[in-house]
């Protein structure tokens, strides 16, 4: 049955523990790059659960409130260096990493220690196997194509998994990416906010504005599991493109078949394009 469900990753269900896990991994197999990478997605998963049901409209002391925050952000930040890291292996982020974790590591955990660790995975599809393939080669000729067209698109590329059954196709994204040789594309997870229809809306971190540094004029690939209705990776791109990108393309491991539209497997298809 489709839907997220709370499974172990890497031997973790809570916010409190992947802190632990990253940590270790850090500090102990740095070179475990591709858990690092899963485990700081799921901080990022936690850390926007964590703000959307503890502090989103807290009515607090406003000293408490800008503690939650920067906590928030603090846990942000790592989980960006991390994926930084996993991704080029620079060890400036690693030095990084180690020393905020080895300051703030008992602070990081209590920020998000009783939020779970929700995991949709691309094998929770009883076509992963026949998609597949098919996914990475739509992914292959979006990039070829869009490069043909503007030689730098790929190095400035933001892939934006979609929480939480977007990360192990963006996982995918990455592999093919880095297997065409590009290296300078980033990677990033955004959540929604709501399991309903009609009114979902993405839960953006304190100073949201902070994004338009990151999304502003960037090339950003959307990715997701399972496309149905369109309206969690809809409100993802209605949030992107509030903030100003060249281009927003979504990913999608599987859709579902709507006649006149798809067929049902997968899609990549661009949907905004700032110079049209």
Known sequence: MLGDRLEPLYGVTDGAQVVDRLYKELEHHPEHRTEV??????LNQVTFDAYAQH?????????????AYERIHLSLDVAQD??????TGDKTYLDSLQKTLDGHKDELAAAV????VTRRTLDDLPFRDRWEDAFRQKVRAHIEREVGKDPSYADDLLVLAVESGGVEPAGIVCEEL????????DVEAVRYSSQTRMDREVIAPPQAE???KRFAGRNI?????????GSAIGAVERYVEGFGPATVTEAQFYVHPAPYLFNGGPEVFMVHRADE
Do not use: C, K, T, W
């Open 37 to 42: 990478r899963q485990l700081a997605m799921y």
């Open 55 to 67: 502090y989103h409209g807290m009515m607090a002391a406003p000293e408490e409130v800008e503690n």
């Open 82 to 87: 991390a994926v930084a890291y996993a991704h």
């Open 113 to 116: 220690s009783d939020v779970p």
């Open 178 to 185: 880095e297997a065409m040789g590009y290296s300078d594309f």
């Open 210 to 212: 902070e994004h338009i």
């Open 221 to 229: 690939l959307v990715v997701d599991d399972f496309r149905f209705n």
